[in-house]
C-alpha cells in the first residue's frame, strides 16, 4: 500500500511553544490530507481536513488558530500546535489520499506529543 | 453528523478461537466501512473494508460483513493467533477517501 510518513514520532515541548508535525506521501499525490487526535485509549478525533492549496477545514469545536495547518504542497502537509499547553498533550495522526485517483486514506504512524 | 458504536470495547480469547467485532452506524449515507488494527504507539492500518454494494468480504482469516437496512457491520477473525492482539476500529464514511468517523474502538487480546 502507499506510505505515509510522520515526523517527529515523540516530541516533548515546553508550555508556550510551538511544535511542527509533518506528514508527507511518500508514494502518491496526498490531494488531500486528515489530522486526528487520539487521547489514551479512545479513538479517532478528525481535527481538520485539507485540501492542497486550499485553506483547512477544521472540525467543530477545534481552534484553527491553535492547530494551524499548511499544506502546501502534494506531499506535505504540517500541523503547527502553537503556545502548546499540557492538555494538547495527545497521540496525533495524519492521513492522505489521492482524490484525482479516488483512493483510500493512508495513515501516518502518529506523533505522540508531551507539553511539560 | 455519522455516528458509529463499537462493541465490544474488549474481547478476549483462546488462540485458535473466533473473534467477532460489531458496529453501527446512523448515516443511511454512508458507503465505506474500513476496518483498522492499530498497535501500540502506531498509526491504524488498514486490514479489510467493503462498501454498500457488497453484503460480504473475505480475506484470508478476516471477513466483515454488512447489512445495510439494518445499518450494521462486523469484523470476523477466525483462528486467532497472539499476533493478532491489538485495537480494532471501525469506521464509517461518504465515499473511500472522504473523511471517516471512527467507532470506539475494541481491544482484543488473543491469549496463547
Known amino acids: 500500500g502507499a506510505v505515509v510518513s510522520q515526523h517527529p514520532s515523540r516530541v516533548i515541548c515546553k508550555s508556550g511553544t510551538s511544535v511542527k508535525i509533518e506528514c508527507r506521501s511518500l508514494d502518491f499525490q496526498a490531494t488531500t490530507m486528515f489530522w486526528y487526535r487520539q487521547f489514551p485509549k479512545k479513538s479517532l478525533m478528525l481535527m481538520a481536513t485539507s485540501n492542497e492549496g486550499s485553506k483547512a477545514t477544521y472540525e467543530q469545536g477545534v481552534e484553527k488558530d491553535k492547530f494551524l495547518i499548511n499544506h502546501a504542497s502534494l506531499t506535505l502537509s504540517t500541523l503547527t500546535v502553537t503556545s502548546a499547553h499540557p492538555e494538547d498533550s495527545s497521540f496525533y495522526i495524519c492521513s492522505a489520499r489521492d482524490r484525482v485517483q479516488n483512493t483510500e486514506a493512508f495513515f501516518g504512524q502518529g506523533t505522540r506529543l508531551t507539553v511539560v | 453528523g455519522e455516528n458509529v458504536e463499537q462493541h465490544p470495547s474488549t474481547l478476549s480469547v483462546q488462540e485458535g478461537d473466533s473473534a467477532v467485532i460489531k458496529c453501527t452506524y446512523s448515516d443511511s449515507a454512508s458507503n465505506y466501512f474500513p476496518w483498522y488494527k492499530q498497535e501500540l504507539g502506531k498509526g491504524p492500518q488498514l486490514i479489510i473494508d467493503?462498501?454498500?454494494?457488497?453484503g460480504e468480504k473475505k480475506d484470508q482469516r478476516i471477513a466483515v460483513t454488512l447489512n445495510k437496512t439494518a445499518k450494521h457491520f462486523s469484523l470476523h477473525i477466525t483462528e486467532t493467533q497472539p499476533e493478532d492482539s491489538a485495537v480494532y476500529f471501525c469506521a464509517a464514511s461518504m465515499g473511500a477517501g472522504n473523511k471517516l468517523t471512527f467507532g470506539g474502538g475494541t481491544r482484543v487480546l488473543v491469549k496463547p
Open positions: 467493503i462498501r454498500s454494494n457488497v
